[in-house]
Nanobody, 116 residues
């Protein structure tokens, strides 16, 4: 399975961006998709996960970020609204197989920079 993330860029505080992550290869065992982010000097943190009809978001993005899945395109999206400077980070998508505890596949990351 390969994950290709895109959509990052420079945006002003209060603005919006939509990240995309296209999954290719043998994807039928994947049941969970996640978005993570990492800022300089900080550990990678969970942004949101989607598994079946269940979604969960980090408290810091709850109400501002939304994940969605387009089955026809094998693509998971992260819609980010009301962006803040503290949202600046490299964003990674990840996928987990149905029997896995840890994430099996990771995208290459896409940089989001929010200017204040």
């Amino acid at each position: 399975v390969q994950l290709q993330a895109s959509g990052g860029g420079l945006v002003q505080a209060g603005g919006s961006l939509r990240l995309s992550c296209v999954a290719s290869g043998t994807t039928f065992n994947i049941n969970t998709m996640g978005w993570f982010r990492q800022s300089p000097g900080k550990q990678r943190e969970l942004v949101g996960i989607m598994s079946g009809g269940f979604t969960h978001y980090a408290e810091s993005v709850e109400g501002r970020f939304t994940m969605s899945w387009d089955n026809a395109k094998n693509t998971v999206y992260l819609q980010m609204n009301s962006l803040k400077s503290e949202d600046t980070a490299v964003y990674y998508c990840a996928a987990r197989n149905i029997r896995s505890v840890l994430y099996d596949y990771w995208g290459q990351g896409t940089l989001v920079t929010v200017s204040s």
